[in-house]
Structures are given as structure tokens and as C-alpha cells.
């Protein structure tokens, strides 16, 4: 079909061929997302907007009817004073076959060829003959356009003519009515514009026939490729400007831009740049969050806050970084600052962490690890809040002398026990509770070995001491052990004579033995209650019990049930079924059920409560022996047992105390027992000592020649002191007050030697009195603060300074004594000490050197010191430690 044959066609049936650059205005484009996801849209223009400059100057839109109305102005009869151009009659030409951005390119091209012309019009010479002769065509021109109309009107046909010349007008009309149908047609007002974004500014016209005759391919001549670049090169130049202007107008709009840039909308989220990643929602969130905080003030840079940070006795940097609140990096730079190289889990001293936390500017407050343990102290009871409680006894004596059966005998006299129907339970500890209803409580473990292990564990359970001593046997080694641990502990005590009814029982002779270990019975003129008793016949058991009641009444021992429970474990063990089981007797408040409690390095919370009748009571009061379970470990005898307030508090406790139980366990290692004894006396020094001998007369000897020793400073005091071997219970009670063990040709035996070693006791065997006495002395000195003297040496003055590598050396003259390397030195500044320290160099020329006297030049330097100048003196000293000697 040629493009005759086309032309004849309506215009709205030749859809194909009026089709334009339809990639452009309709099309599918592929969309990516975050995540790598894409998607295929369509893209539609349904509406364009057009604007025209007004005869005001001022812009308006102009809606489509109009554009179309006003294009279809020129059809009717023109007022013959109407200035408008008048399109030249042109036949219609095809434009489908150009793209888009070609008509646009083509259409620019002419613009700016039009704009030159207009350039040369503005030559004066020029403009007269170009304006004669414009005029000239556009009276031409109007005359055909009347001509037109009055055929077309005569036709009254709505097509086009063959060949009929056909006004712009009409063609944009025909363009019109085609493009209603198809959408991807550029509409008139598209075109417009168009227009108006290459010229911005000019009002929105339809192309004059002169130009829609440049533009049409079929009436342009065919250009050369150098006249095609430039215009090329025009036209882009024409898109620049235009693409500048729609700047600028964007500009005016650039607050409401600014604010929407932000905001999150589906199109934001959906559209933006081509290919690669988006961001995600939770990224243009956050920017968005980061957006407003700005805008309120939020980002700006905190004030400090000044903290008061707990530091106890050793703290690691990363918790000190952390109870600062500040970064562990920072911390670690703080300290190198201050010459401390150390690691994220290092310890630091509570004096560099001070320094340390001050470099912070937070405050400090230095609390002792066993400040955890202060949950423990409780304020002391009132007066008014106490009640009696129940004496707890512990039965002691010599071996075979009857303390079992004793022991038997009086539980025998519980009133209660036959009462409750209960199995006795051998607990560690039982009550008995007397006609009377007084109750006595006594400890189930016979021999002072228990005592003084649990007296050794600071625990203080017995109120009295019952001394059995066998009638037909008298004071033997045992029995005189036992009254010395009594006394030790400070505990008093009751004398069951035992055996009374056995055949040459002999209570007078015990009583009268026991005056030579100052134990001077009530009938010889003493304090200490004496009670015949037969353990086998039960003879004198209430009496030995009223004794006892006696003794409590005399110690006036009293406790406040009304209060957190606290006490001692007595016993304990592990075992299957119930788990660690201790047997704790309550000293202060009632113990009850679901109590959580610490003791020793345990802790636990009170599961049941079982009395010494195996039957499961509620709650135990104070001087009750009860056996308990729902502990996490197995105590010690002799462990404290207290309840607090919480689970955490309880934890706390336990950890610090297993903490240190490790910690003494490895500087014993380190520690000789020696040593460790003289650390722990205190503040009144006193040498506690056990002497065993192989007579009683070097024994005495060896007393008397010991407590003349000392001073008002320090004294000796002889704990215990016997004939024969050292055995277990020496050690044990050595290990109780801290003692040191004195064999006078005597040795211990086996097991007191094993045991010595497993409990750091310090054994010491001699053969002469002398020796003994003299180590002793020394030991007592050693006790005494040595006394530090100062010895000066010598100066010298610094008359010149060289540094070597960072290091300053003094060049000087020593003036006076000696000066010695390794020596104590002071810098003297016009007589004002202003350094003290250690020299690090000594040379004389070259050389090191050990000494340098007097008159002599020589070459010193300080250690960690370098702010000599010439003309400073050293002083160089020696301190010596002088023992005090008694
Ligand atoms: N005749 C008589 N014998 C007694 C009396 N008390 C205890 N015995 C006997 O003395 C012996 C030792 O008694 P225990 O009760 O085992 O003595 P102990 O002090 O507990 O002995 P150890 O457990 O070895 O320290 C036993 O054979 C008892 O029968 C008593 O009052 N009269």
C-alpha cells in the first residue's frame, strides 16, 4: 500500500501507523526490589497537563477542551483583525513513522533555528526586507486559508480531501480525534507540552506550518551529516536549558521535596534506582527515626553522669569498665596512660582502679570482699526480747572412763522421748527434757577431739563441759587433755565421777588428783560442781542434771526465738535418699521450713525439719538440736548456719566464702606454719605454745624458763602441757589456738605427725633447755616491728647532663662519704628533696661501677627519674632493718 492510499484512510483507522514511540509513553519496565526480587510494570501516561502564558504574563493550565477548541478557532472565518499565524496550506504528511524523541529533536532543531533567524531578524538592515516580505507570505497565507475553509465548508465532509491542502489545525484536530482511541498516541496538548519544556516560558502553541513543514521529513531537503550534528548538537543543548528550567521550577517546590524525601510511601518503597540493592524497610526506617531525633534535639552529645562506683579488694578490668559504665577499651587506654599495661581480664588493685575510676570522674567507694558477709552480723537482741533457752552440754573424759554411757544413761531420762513414741535418732546432738520440763541439750559426740575441732571452726556450741573421770581409775592423761581444751575454750565445767558403784571406786583421790591440774572441786573449797554418778545403775543422774540446770542458771544463757534462726552444724554427712544432711543446733530464732540459709561455703533452703526423735516438726527454737535437709553441699562440724533474706544473698555469701576457702588454701602453701601463726595473733602478741616432755620435771622447767621470756609486747602462753608423745589431740588443740607444738625428747607419733602436716602445725623437738629458750627469744623478737635505720653514705653534685638514648645521665662530683650503685638516693634541689628513689647507673668513664668515693667524678642516673639539672645534689643512703632484740 502506498502512502496515498494510506492518507485516504481516516486517520482513527490507522491506528499502527499514528502510533508514536510507544516504548516511551507505554511500555512495561522491570522493577527491582530488596532481597534480588523484580517485577515487570506497566507503565501508562493517562494524563499530561499543559500551561500557556496569558496576556498577564502569568502561566494557566489549559484543559484539553480548550487546546481542542482553540485549534478549532482557525477553522471558522477569522476575524480579519486577528493576528494569529494562519497555518500555509500544506499537504498532510505522515509523522508515525518517527520515534518520539526524534520529532522532539526535530522539533528543538527548528526552535533553535527559528531563535537564529530571529537573531538575524534583529540586524536592522535586514529586518525591513524580511518583514516586507514576511508580510507578503502571510497575506499569501491567509488568503489560501480562506480559500481552504470555504471548500471545506462547502464539502461539508469530515475527512480529509484527496490532495486537499489541509490546515495544521485540522490535522491536530484529526490527531486528536485518533489518539481518543489510542492511548499511546501523543495528544495535541502532549505536544504542547513539549513544547513548552523546550521553550520554557512561551506559551504553548501549535507548531506554524512553516515549522511543521521543517519538521515533516517528506518537505525538509535531505540534510548533510555535518548540518545533522549540529543540529543534534542544538538540540541537546535545547534539552539542557529545558531540563535547567524544570530545575529551577523544581527548586520553588523544594521544601515540600525535602520533607517527602523521607517519607516512607509505596512508591518511595517501589521505585527508585534501577538494578541493584535497595534499601530495606528497616534501614529507611531507621534513617528516618535518626531523621527526627535530629530534628528534635535528641542527637545531642550526653552530659556525663558521674557514678559511684563499688570497687571491692581485687576487680578485673572489664568489671571495673563495666560498673563505670564506660568501654573496657577506654579503660585499658586509661591505664596505659598511667604506665599499667594490662589485659581485659586482669586484676587490678583497689589503689590503681582508684586512679583509674577518678580519671573517669566518677567517685569510688572501696568496699572488703567480706562485706558480703555483713548480711550475716545482725544487731544483738534487747533484753526484754530474750528467753532461757537449753544448756548444751558436751561430756568429756578419759578413755573407757564411761562418757558413752553416761550419755546413754541420761538420754534414758527424757520424759518426752517414751511419750512420743518416737526412734531415737542418733543426730549428733539430743535433748532430754526433765521432769521439771527443764531440757538439756547434749552434744551425742564424747572425747574433746570434736570439741576443739568444732571450737577450731570459731564456733562456740558448749556452754558446759561434763568432766567423767572414772572413780576407780582417777585423773589419767585423757582427763587432764580434756581440762585443758575446757580451759582453752573457756568453757566451765562439771566433774561426774564415775563408777561409784563399781569395787575400790575412790571419789576423794580424783577429786584431790584434779587440785594439782587446778581443778578445785566445791567440796576442797573451788567452784567446780562435783556429782558421784554410776552411768550403769543410773545413780545420780538427776543430780548431775540439776547440776548442770545450775551451772546454765550461773551463765544466765538466754536467746530471742522471735528472729531469723541462726546456729551451728554439729554433724553432717551425705546421705542416700535425703542428700547432704546436717544436724544444726539453733543457738538464736526459730529455724522453719523453706528458710534459705548459708552455711560454712554452703547453702541451701530448710526441705524438713527431723528433731532427735526422727519426727518432722515445723519449726525448731533455740537450743534444739535438729537434723536438716535441702543443703547444696555437706558442711563441716563447726560451720555456722544462718538464714537470709534471699536465694542471691545466700549464693553471694557462699561463692565468697569457697572463694577464700581456695585462696587460704593456696597461700598456706606458700606460707610457713610459722608465719601463718605469728599473722594471726593479732594485736596482742602472744605466742601460744603446747610442750610435751619425757619427765614432768624438765616439762615444769621448761614452763617456768618460757613465761619469764617477753615483754609488755609479747609474752609466751603455754596452752598445754604433759608427759609423753605428742598425739592427735595435741595437734588438734595446736591447730584450735594457733599453737606451736614443743617436744622435749619426746616425738609425736603417726598420726599427730601426719595430721601436723595436714593441718600446718609446726612440731619443734629439742633435747636442751638452752635451745629452747633461745628460739623461743627469737621467735618472740621476730613478733617485735623491726625498727628501720637510715645510714647516709654520701653526696654528690650534678655539674653536667648528657642524655644517652632517652636517658639523662648526671656527670658528678662526689662530695662527701661514698655513693653506691643499688643505693637509696635523694634529689636535692636548693636543700628541698624533690625526688627519692634508686640509682640504676653508677659508671665511672665506662665503666659500671660498685662504688665511687669521695673526690672522685663518676656518671649516675636515676631509675624511672630524669629531671636532673646541673648543679642538683644526691643524696645517696642505705636503710638497714634492726630486729628489736628483747
Ligand atoms: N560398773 C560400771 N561400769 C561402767 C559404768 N559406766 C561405764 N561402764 C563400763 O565401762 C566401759 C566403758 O564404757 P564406755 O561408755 O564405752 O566408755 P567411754 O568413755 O565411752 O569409752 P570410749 O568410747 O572408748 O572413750 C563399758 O564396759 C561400760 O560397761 C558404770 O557406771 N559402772
Not at 202 to 225: G, I, N, Q, Y
Request: aromatic share 2%; proline share 4%.
Amino acid at each position: 500500500m502506498s502512502d496515498r492510499d494510506q492518507e485516504k484512510k481516516p486517520l482513527s483507522l490507522n491506528r499502527s501507523k499514528l502510533e508514536l514511540s510507544k516504548t516511551v509513553e507505554a511500555g512495561q519496565v522491570r522493577q527491582s526490589f530488596s532481597h534480588g526480587r523484580s517485577k515487570s510494570v506497566t507503565v501508562e501516561v493517562r494524563k499530561k497537563r499543559t500551561f500557556e502564558k496569558n496576556e498577564s504574563g502569568r502561566f494557566r493550565e489549559v484543559k484539553k477542551d480548550a487546546v481542542a477548541e482553540q485549534q478549532q478557532q482557525p477553522a471558522a472565518p477569522a476575524p480579519a483583525t486577528k493576528p494569529e499565524p494562519v497555518a500555509k496550506p500544506e499537504p498532510v504528511e505522515d509523522h508515525s513513522n518517527l520515534t518520539d524523541s526524534e520529532r522532539a529533536a526535530r522539533m528543538a532543531a527548528l526552535k533553535a533555528a527559528e531563535e537564529r533567524r530571529k537573531q538575524e531578524e534583529a540586524d536592522a538592515a535586514v529586518r525591513a526586507a524580511e518583514e516586507s516580505k514576511r508580510k507578503a507570505e502571510e497575506a499569501e497565507r491567509r488568503k489560501q486559508e480562506e480559500a481552504e475553509a470555504a471548500k471545506a465548508a462547502a464539502a461539508e465532509a469530515p475527512v480529509l480531501e484527496k490532495e486537499a491542502p489541509v490546515s495544521v489545525e485540522e490535522v491536530e484536530k484529526a490527531l486528536e480525534a485518533s489518539t481518543t482511541k489510542g492511548k499511546s498516541k501523543p495528544k495535541p496538548a502532549a505536544v504542547a507540552k513539549k513544547q513548552e519544556e523546550i521553550i520554557p516560558g512561551e506559551p504553548a502553541e501549535p507548531l506554524v506550518p512553516e515549522e511543521r513543514r521543517r519538521a515533516d521529513p517528506s518537505t525538509v531537503k535531505p540534510k548533510s551529516r555535518k548540518e545533522l550534528d549540529e543540529e543534534e548538537a542544538r538540540s541537546a543543548a535545547a534539552r539542557k536549558r529545558a531540563e535547567e528550567e524544570a530545575l529551577g521550577r523544581a527548586a520553588r517546590t523544594k521544601g515540600d521535596e525535602g520533607r517527602r524525601r523521607g517519607k516512607l510511601s509505596i512508591n518511595n518503597a517501589m521505585t527508585g534506582d534501577e538494578g541493584g540493592r535497595r534499601r530495606s524497610m528497616a534501614s529507611i526506617k531507621r534513617q528516618q527515626a535518626k531523621a527526627k531525633a535530629r530534628m528534635q534535639g535528641q542527637q545531642k552529645p550526653k552530659e556525663k553522669i558521674v557514678r559511684d562506683v563499688i570497687v571491692p579488694d581485687v576487680i578485673t578490668v572489664q568489671e571495673l569498665a563495666n560498673r563505670m559504665a564506660e568501654r573496657a577499651a577506654d579503660v585499658i587506654k586509661c591505664l596505659m596512660g598511667l604506665g599499667v599495661m594490662a589485659t581485659i581480664n586482669q586484676s587490678l588493685d583497689p589503689d590503681t582502679a582508684q586512679l583509674v575510676v577518678e580519671e573517669f570522674g566518677h567517685k569510688m567507694k572501696r568496699v572488703s570482699d567480706a562485706d558480703v558477709e555483713e548480711a550475716l552480723v545482725t544487731a544483738d537482741d534487747n533484753e526484754d526480747q530474750l528467753i532461757g533457752r537449753p544448756p548444751v552440754v558436751t561430756v568429756m573424759g578419759h578413755v573407757d572412763h564411761g562418757k558413752t554411757s553416761l550419755l546413754d544413761a541420761l538420754r534414758k531420762t527424757d520424759v518426752v522421748s517414751g511419750e512420743a513414741g518416737g526412734i531415737t535418732q542418733h543426730i549428733g546432738a539430743y535433748q532430754v527434757t526433765m521432769e521439771t520440763g527443764s531440757k538439756i541439750t547434749f552434744i551425742d559426740t564424747p572425747g574433746h577431739a570434736a570439741f576443739t575441732e568444732m571450737r577450731s571452726r570459731g564456733a562456740k556450741v558448749t556452754d558446759i563441759v561434763v568432766l567423767v573421770v572414772a572413780a576407780d581409775d582417777s585423773v589419767m592423761p585423757q582427763t587432764i587433755e580434756a581440762i585443758s581444751h575446757a580451759k582453752a575454750a573457756g568453757v566451765p565445767m562439771i566433774i561426774a565421777i564415775n563408777k561409784i558403784d563399781k569395787q575400790g571406786a575412790n571419789p576423794t583421790k580424783v577429786k584431790t588428783e584434779l587440785l594439782q591440774h587446778e581443778v578445785v572441786v566445791e567440796e576442797m573449797g573451788g567452784e567446780v560442781q562435783c556429782i558421784e554418778v554410776s552411768a550403769k545403775q543410773g545413780l545420780g543422774l538427776t543430780e548431775l542434771e540439776e547440776a548442770i540446770l545450775l551451772q546454765a542458771e550461773v551463765l544466765d544463757l538466754k536467746a530471742n526465738p522471735a528472729r531469723v534462726a541462726d546456729g551451728v552444724v554439729v554433724e553432717a554427712r551425705m546421705e542416700k535418699g535425703r542428700g547432704p544432711v546436717a544436724t544444726v543446733l539453733v543457738q538464736r530464732g526459730t529455724l522453719k521450713n523453706g528458710d534459705i540459709f548459708v552455711t560454712g561455703a554452703e547453702w541451701g533452703r530448710v526441705r524438713a525439719l527431723v528433731n532427735d526423735h526422727g519426727v518432722r516438726i515445723e519449726e525448731a527454737i533455740p537450743g534444739m538440736p535438729v537434723e536438716v535437709t535441702g543443703l547444696n553441699g555437706v558442711p563441716s562440724a563447726g560451720d555456722d548456719f544462718v538464714v537470709v533474706e534471699n536465694e542471691a544473698k545466700a549464693r553471694e555469701i557462699s561463692d565468697y566464702r569457697q572463694r577464700r576457702i581456695r585462696e587460704t588454701q593456696a597461700a598456706a602453701m606458700k606460707k610457713s606454719a610459722l608465719e601463718n601463726m605469728f599473722s594471726s595473733s593479732g594485736e596482742v602478741k602472744e605466742l601460744p605454745i603446747l610442750i610435751k616432755g619425757d619427765v614432768q620435771g624438765s616439762v615444769e622447767a621448761l614452763i617456768g624458763t618460757l613465761q619469764k621470756l617477753g615483754n609488755e609486747e609479747v609474752s609466751v602462753r603455754v596452752l598445754h602441757s604433759g608427759v609423753g608423745g605428742i598425739n592427735e589431740s595435741d595437734v588438734t588443740l595446736a591447730r584450735a589456738s594457733n599453737a606451736l607444738i614443743i617436744g622435749f625428747n619426746v616425738r609425736a607419733n603417726q598420726q599427730a605427725r601426719e595430721q601436723s602436716r595436714r593441718d600446718n602445725v609446726d612440731i619443734r623437738y629439742y633435747s636442751i633447755i638452752y635451745d629452747v629458750a633461745d628460739d623461743i627469744k627469737k621467735m618472740l623478737s621476730g613478733m617485735l616491728s623491726p625498727e628501720v635505720r637510715e645510714k647516709f653514705l654520701g653526696y654528690a653534685e650534678i655539674r653536667d647532663i648528657f642524655t644517652i638514648s632517652g636517658n639523662k645521665i648526671a656527670g658528678c662530683m662526689v662530695t662527701e662519704g661514698t655513693v653506691k650503685r643499688g643505693a637509696g638516693v635523694r634529689l636535692l634541689r636548693d636543700n628541698v628533696v624533690i625526688h627519692s628513689g634508686e640509682l640504676s647507673t653508677l659508671r665511672r668513664f665506662k665503666d659500671e661501677v660498685k662504688e665511687v668515693r669521695e673526690g672522685y667524678e663518676c656518671g649516675m642516673s636515676f631509675a624511672k627519674y630524669n629531671d636532673l639539672q646541673v648543679g642538683d645534689m644526691i643524696e645517696c643512703f642505705e636503710q638497714e632493718e634492726i630486729a628489736v632484740e628483747l
